[in-house]
């Protein structure tokens, strides 16, 4: 079979796989058709022929168990492969009673090939209509195995946001966020990629990837900084994790192995957890959390305020930050609701001496209100876009501190960007 990261062509005649085989992939058909038989006395029966939009060979992957029948493209068939570590990885999430659900429907399938098996052959096709899904679900698994490849290839870079002091106006750290930098289709948001990876085990993949970067782009962003230290902070680099990373056994050892290689202490990193993915299974959080910052690292809750009633496990877990969502900063100057929900926060913050960074700062007033009201640290456009790491050097180098005067953060930050990208 001919392949690229996209489909697999299999000619006229070709077979996919044997009565026995292990099962170690399934197909979506894209075009053509495929035959399914079983063998049976030395002969071959046929007892399906499918086409576009219907899947092949999953039986044996959902099952863990060998091929039930062989499958032979009865024409030139265009394939999506999906690997059996796509459909575990969905299928160990999937709620107990859907997984039964589905086991039935195999094994009435498996009843019904058996019983067709006698029929007459123009009894043995099976006509499933392609659903309406068929489209989105074939363009997902396209994008899940070019992200399996942009992981191999390490095409997932850190961009970096700076974090500002909003008392004294210095460079107190950057958030990496992850970015897809791609061959042919240039910079991918992570609005187009994280959602298809959070799906599988694709997104500890590029966590990992991503903290390798950053601890080796530590050193030049320190270095920076150490030519600029009456307007820069000794920054510290916070960067998302999620529960898929938590849960990893192995993920505390991979990253103090990290900081070793490089020479770092774990101060210099902030772990951010949005406050819906900590609240999926707090208990399990918690130990994980504990366990971080007793070695040091600092534990950020992102987005606060758009998940689950906040209040409750403020007090229970080792939080050294919160970071208010920019839904409410954005709109806290023309809504007097969200204007309240933010000086709320900040107010709760204070009153449990966590610090606050104020996402999605636009506007001067509005650095203004957050600073008048002890926020600690903004963090938006206003001061720069997410850039690469030869940006965010170039910043800490230039970062002014001239408190309120934003228009010369914003000068400095985009002549920084101009040199770095060219």
């Given at each position: 079979?001919?392949?690229?990261?996209?489909?697999?062509?299999?000619?006229?005649?070709?077979?996919?796989?044997?009565?026995?085989?292990?099962?170690?992939?399934?197909?979506?058909?894209?075009?053509?058709?495929?035959?399914?038989?079983?063998e049976?006395?030395?002969?071959?029966?046929s007892?399906?022929?499918l086409?576009?939009?219907?899947?092949?060979?999953?039986m044996?992957?959902?099952?863990?168990?060998?091929?039930s029948?062989t499958?032979?493209?009865?024409?030139?068939?265009?394939?999506?492969?999906?690997?059996?570590?796509?459909?575990?990885?969905?299928?160990?999430?999937?709620?107990?009673?859907?997984?039964?659900?589905?086991?039935?429907?195999?094994?009435?399938?498996?009843?019904?090939?058996?019983?067709?098996?006698?029929?007459?052959?123009e009894l043995?096709?099976?006509a499933?209509?392609?659903?309406?899904?068929?489209?989105?679900?074939?363009?997902?698994?396209?994008?899940?195995?070019?992200?399996?490849?942009?992981?191999?290839?390490?095409q997932?870079?850190?961009?970096?946001?700076?974090?500002?002091?909003?008392?004294?106006g210095?460079?107190?750290?950057?958030?990496?966020?992850?970015?897809?930098?791609?061959?042919?289709?240039?910079v991918?948001?992570?609005?187009?990629?994280?959602?298809?990876?959070?799906?599988?085990n694709?997104?500890?993949?590029?966590?990992?990837?991503?903290?390798?970067?950053?601890?080796?782009d530590?050193?030049?962003?320190?270095?920076?900084?150490l030519?600029?230290?009456?307007?820069v902070?000794?920054?510290?680099?916070?960067?998302?994790?999620?529960p898929?990373?938590?849960d990893?056994?192995?993920?505390?050892?991979?990253?103090?192995?990290?900081?070793?290689?490089?020479?770092?202490?774990?101060?210099?990193?902030?772990?951010?957890?949005?406050?819906s993915?900590?609240?999926?299974?707090?208990?399990?959080?918690?130990?994980?959390?504990?366990?971080?910052r007793?070695?040091?690292?600092?534990?950020?809750?992102?987005?606060?305020?758009?998940?689950?009633?906040?209040m409750?496990?403020l007090?229970?877990?080792?939080?050294?930050?919160?970071?208010?969502?920019?839904?409410?900063?954005?709109?806290m100057?023309d809504?007097?609701?969200?204007?309240?929900i933010?000086?709320?926060?900040?107010?709760?913050a204070?009153?449990?001496?966590?610090?606050?960074?104020?996402?999605g700062?636009?506007?001067?007033?509005?650095?203004?209100?957050?600073?008048?009201?002890?926020?600690?640290?903004?963090?938006?456009?206003l001061?720069?876009?997410?850039?690469?790491?030869?940006?965010?050097?170039?910043?800490?180098?230039?970062?002014?501190?001239?408190?309120?005067?934003?228009?010369?953060?914003?000068?400095?930050?985009?002549?920084a960007?101009?040199?770095?990208?060219?």
């Amino acid at each position: 079979m001919a392949a690229d990261f996209q489909y697999i062509v299999a000619p006229k005649g070709e077979v996919l796989f044997r009565e026995d085989d292990e099962g170690d992939c399934a197909y979506i058909i894209e075009s053509g058709l495929v035959q399914i038989s079983v063998e049976r006395g030395g002969k071959f029966v046929s007892v399906a022929t499918l086409g576009r939009g219907e899947i092949v060979g999953e039986m044996a992957i959902i099952a863990a168990g060998r091929r039930s029948a062989t499958a032979i493209a009865l024409e030139d068939c265009k394939l999506q492969r999906i690997e059996a570590e796509q459909f575990k990885s969905r299928l160990g999430t999937m709620d107990p009673v859907m997984r039964m659900v589905i086991e039935v429907i195999l094994s009435r399938f498996r009843t019904t090939l058996k019983r067709i098996e006698d029929a007459p052959p123009e009894l043995r096709k099976i006509a499933l209509a392609p659903q309406p899904h068929t489209a989105q679900a074939m363009k997902n698994l396209r994008l899940e195995s070019e992200i399996t490849i942009a992981v191999k290839n390490e095409q997932f870079v850190p961009y970096y946001q700076p974090i500002v002091d909003l008392q004294t106006g210095k460079l107190a750290g950057f958030e990496a966020l992850t970015r897809w930098v791609h061959p042919e289709r240039g910079v991918i948001s992570p609005d187009d990629f994280i959602p298809i990876a959070e799906q599988s085990n694709l997104i500890t993949q590029i966590t990992t990837l991503c903290l390798k970067n950053v601890c080796a782009d530590m050193h030049e962003l320190r270095k920076a900084c150490l030519h600029n230290v009456e307007h820069v902070d000794p920054v510290f680099v916070g960067i998302n994790v999620t529960p898929r990373d938590l849960d990893r056994t192995s993920f505390l050892a991979d990253l103090k192995t990290m900081l070793v290689e490089h020479g770092l202490s774990t101060d210099m990193l902030k772990l951010e957890l949005t406050e819906s993915s900590v609240m999926t299974n707090l208990e399990r959080a918690g130990a994980v959390l504990r366990k971080l910052r007793q070695l040091g690292f600092g534990v950020a809750i992102d987005d606060f305020g758009t998940g689950y009633s906040s209040m409750s496990y403020l007090t229970h877990l080792p939080i050294s930050t919160l970071k208010i969502d920019r839904c409410f900063v954005e709109l806290m100057e023309d809504s007097s609701r969200n204007r309240k929900i933010v000086l709320t926060i900040l107010r709760l913050a204070d009153e449990l001496n966590i610090p606050v960074v104020a996402e999605g700062v636009s506007t001067r007033s509005a650095e203004a209100l957050l600073a008048d009201h002890a926020c600690a640290y903004g963090q938006g456009y206003l001061y720069s876009e997410p850039v690469p790491l030869e940006a965010a050097v170039e910043m800490a180098r230039e970062w002014p501190n001239v408190p309120g005067q934003t228009e010369q953060k914003t000068a400095a930050t985009l002549a920084a960007i101009a040199r770095a990208t060219g």
